[in-house]
């Protein structure tokens, strides 16, 4: 089977400066991150950062590097997880690889031979049905990014529009946290969206302007 090749752009915005350390924990992840000398584990539900991270640790690297998405795994071979000895290998949400043999042997070949290596996954105990793969993650260190409360994502709003040089006030974070979806990605998409649109408008980011990018795109989606 002829090998496939990911067409992969990491997010620009995904780097450790603009990760916010709601912790120390996550600090010293950061840090861990930032000299990697042996595989890493990054485990936490979704909208915790776990990507960004991950794409960060691309974005940071010297060496040849390689990111996989392990949801987004349909069309693509086994094999490109082959001959990355020289790379740094992020491997993104890899619960989704349970069952698949094809691409446990693949993971197993490639815990033999990887040091620099960051895996993720949305559990602790990653639930995959090869024992040994299963044993050779269990022994690599893990952290588990918790999920921020109501002030620390207040924080990291804040953290992500200073970072993109946006001048969005406190009470519009304020109106984004009671309003729309508390995943944290969607609120960072959202302040994406309102730098755009502040920019198109010539205008300032306001509660006004947040409200009406909110009317639009949830009038689109029942509509759509």
Not at 153 to 177: C, D, S, Y
């Amino acid at each position: 089977m002829k090998q496939l090749h990911l067409p992969i752009s990491l997010e620009p915005n995904a780097t450790y400066n603009n990760y916010f350390c709601a912790t120390p924990y996550a600090t010293k992840l950061v840090n861990q991150l930032r000299s990697l000398t042996a595989p890493i584990i990054i485990s936490g539900e979704k909208g915790t950062g776990k990507t960004h991270l991950l794409q960060a640790s691309c974005h940071h690297t010297k060496r040849n590097w390689f990111y996989l998405n392990c949801a987004n795994i349909a069309s693509t071979c086994p094999s490109i997880l082959e001959n990355l000895d020289s790379h740094l290998v992020c491997i993104d949400n890899v619960e989704f690889l349970n069952k698949n043999k094809k691409w446990e042997e693949a993971l197993f070949k490639l815990l033999l031979t990887s040091s620099q290596l960051i895996l993720s996954t949305s559990s602790a105990q990653i639930p995959l049905h090869r024992a040994d793969v299963t044993s050779r993650l269990s022994a690599i260190m893990t952290f588990k990014l918790p999920n921020l409360n109501d002030q620390e994502q207040h924080k990291a709003l804040q953290h992500r529009a200073q970072k993109k040089g946006i001048p969005i006030a406190p009470e519009v974070f304020t109106w984004m946290q009671k309003n729309l979806p508390r995943n944290n990605q969607c609120l960072f998409d959202f302040i994406d969206t309102l730098e755009i649109e502040s920019s198109r408008e010539k205008r300032k980011p306001s509660i006004m302007l947040a409200k009406k990018i909110w009317e639009a795109t949830t009038s689109t989606e029942k509509t759509g």
